[in-house]
């Protein structure tokens, strides 16, 4: 199998990380994590992570901030 992408939950079904696999070896991986009202997103190496509050139901959405 060439590559694939792979997803683990928390026990709230909000996804966790997003896993990319080349022939079966782990190539790189983002990370989230859920408070009460806000996630955290830590990405591969190069890439952007962020942290920002989660949108409701009804689409607001508050500030984003990004991680250096």
């Known amino acids: 199998?060439?590559?694939r992408m792979l997803a683990t939950y928390d026990n709230a079904w909000?996804?966790?990380a997003s896993i990319f696999q080349s022939n079966g070896v782990e190539q790189w991986r983002t990370t989230s994590a859920h408070?009460?009202?806000?996630?955290?997103?830590t990405a591969p190496l190069g890439g952007i992570g962020t942290t920002g509050p989660l949108r409701c139901l009804?689409?607001?959405?508050?500030?984003?901030?990004?991680?250096p």
């Open 1 to 3: 199998m060439p590559g």
């Open 14 to 16: 909000r996804q966790t």
């Open 35 to 41: 408070g009460g009202d806000y996630s955290d997103v």
């Open 58 to 67: 009804i689409g607001w959405r508050g500030e984003l901030a990004l991680a």
